[in-house]
């Protein structure tokens, strides 16, 4: 199974300042017949769902603020929100879905400072 | 705009199979653009993928469930459906089920990739 890992596992960051998220894969999620990633992200708000933010690494759902953005290649991911908003404060996963099993990250809880 | 909803019993006996149904709404799940998946959050913890299916019955699983899991499709009543038999404690979970994306618009086999949009969840508690 190829094993994400985020970091860091929680994060404080002031309103309005850039948050930054990083996903490592245990493998390559880069698939060379189409130069893809195959990664997404989710943000999780407590009580609800998982709600999708972007796929193929970097691109963003709709519907989704362009301060979302998702960045990197093979094996290192980061997903970095560059002015934090108060409804920005949830627990963050990655997914990687090149292979089976889909397996996600651990999750980054992100808060205010 | 797409909707699922989770449904079926909210405790299970240890032993015993979890049974849980998601419908559909707002869009066919008869689509050849998207499997359907079930996606699991034990209390606190993070994500596991169970498996998807295609609205042709063609399911894919988690080799760590597999052996436990069955999931079915019923294209009629726009529902597909999750049974875990021999239950635990560690089956606790929060239970989604969610769209799963293909890479085109045109599915292959197992081409099962990201997730959206997922239902509410539904919390299953498997104690006696």
């Known amino acids: 199974d190829i094993v994400m890992t985020q970091s860091p596992d929680s994060l404080a960051v002031s309103l309005g300042e850039r948050a930054a998220i990083n996903c490592k894969s245990s493998?390559?999620?880069?698939?060379?017949?189409?130069?893809?990633?195959?990664l997404a992200w989710y943000q999780q708000k407590p009580g609800q769902p998982p709600k999708l933010l972007i796929y193929w690494a970097s691109t963003r759902e709709s519907g989704v603020p362009d301060r979302f953005s998702g960045s990197g290649s093979g094996t290192d991911f980061t997903l970095t929100i560059s002015s934090l908003q108060a409804e920005d404060v949830a627990v963050y996963y990655c997914h990687q879905y090149v292979v089976s099993p889909l397996t996600f990250g651990q999750g980054t809880r992100l808060e205010i400072k | 705009q797409l909707q699922l909803q989770e449904s079926g019993p909210g405790l299970v006996k240890p032993s015993e199979t979890l049974s849980l149904t998601c419908t559909v709404s707002?869009?066919?799940?008869?689509?050849?653009?998207?499997?359907w998946g079930w996606v699991r959050q034990p209390p606190g913890k993070g994500l596991e993928w169970i498996g998807s299916i295609y609205y042709s019955g063609s399911a894919y699983y988690n080799p760590s469930l597999k052996s436990r899991v069955t999931i079915s499709v019923d294209t009629s009543k726009n529902q597909f459906s999750l049974k875990l038999k021999s239950v635990t404690a560690a089956d606790t979970a929060v239970y989604y089920c969610a769209r799963n994306y293909c890479t085109t618009s045109s599915c292959y086999p197992g081409d099962t990739r990201w997730f959206g949009p997922w239902g509410q969840g539904t919390l299953v508690t498997v104690s006696s």
């Open positions: 493998q390559s999620i880069l698939y060379s017949a189409n130069n893809r990633n195959y």
């Open positions: 707002g869009g066919s799940i008869s689509s050849n653009s998207y499997y």
